[in-house]
């Protein structure tokens, strides 16, 4: 079985702090995404990597970086959290031409 | 552009059959999927279904799918308060890396 792991299940910052999302899976899968899921709009794509080192901004970059120095970890970096970055998250990964697997998803909270 | 719509509410009663249904817009799709996301976890691959595919039966599961007017539908036999959940479509091309999902649709089964 295919499994993504998140580094965390809940998570409280405060506006300002850097912080690391985690996510590892253990299946030699190409490609890991970053996504944000609110209510209402469903899951919008953050950022991809389609190999080590490599990333690409998906359609709501802004506020976000990423890194993907080994293949089975792709960090999602909010450099200074805001309020507005309060969600969850959630991290996938597929083959390189198919099904996207997800992790369970990090809810973060922003005071 | 692109874009995947469902409705946002659906209310069942248990042992029943309940009918989630999708729109989507990208003709150029390759598979087509249904995600199940319970309360606080991540999103668990339900099935697919290949483009050139018009039915597909997974023991209680019953996809079927519209090419000409880009309709897809996932039909859950007999009901069950397991299978209330919010329920994802997602469209993916090969060759690119997008996955495009609907905004989910929140089944209720009523005891």
């Known amino acids: 079985d295919v499994k993504v792991t998140q580094s965390s299940r809940y998570l409280v910052k405060r506006t300002g702090e850097k912080v690391f999302l985690e996510c590892v899976q253990d299946m030699d899968h190409e490609n890991m995404f970053w996504y944000r899921q609110d209510p209402g709009l469903g899951l919008r794509l953050i950022y991809f990597s389609y190999d080590v080192k490599m990333k690409e901004k998906g359609d709501i970059p802004e506020g976000y970086s990423v890194s993907r120095e080994k293949k089975e970890r792709f960090s999602l970096i909010l450099e200074s959290a805001s309020t507005n970055q309060t969600s969850m998250y959630l991290c996938a990964s597929s083959p390189s031409t198919d099904t996207q697997y997800f992790g369970p998803g990090t809810r973060l909270t922003v005071l | 552009g692109e874009d995947v719509e469902q409705s946002l509410f659906l209310s069942v009663r248990e042992g029943d059959s309940s009918v989630i249904n999708c729109t989507y817009t990208d003709s150029s799709s390759t598979y087509l999927y249904w995600y199940k996301q319970e309360p606080g976890a991540g999103l668990q691959l339900l099935t697919y279904?290949?483009?050139?595919?018009d039915m597909k039966q997974d023991q209680r599961l019953t996809v079927l799918l519209n090419k000409k007017d880009k309709h897809l539908s996932l039909r859950i036999a007999d009901t069950q308060t397991g299978d209330s959940a919010i329920y994802f479509c997602a469209e993916y091309t090969s060759g690119t890396y997008k996955y495009i999902f609907g905004t989910g649709t929140r089944l209720k089964v009523l005891a």
């Open positions: 279904i290949f483009s050139n595919m």
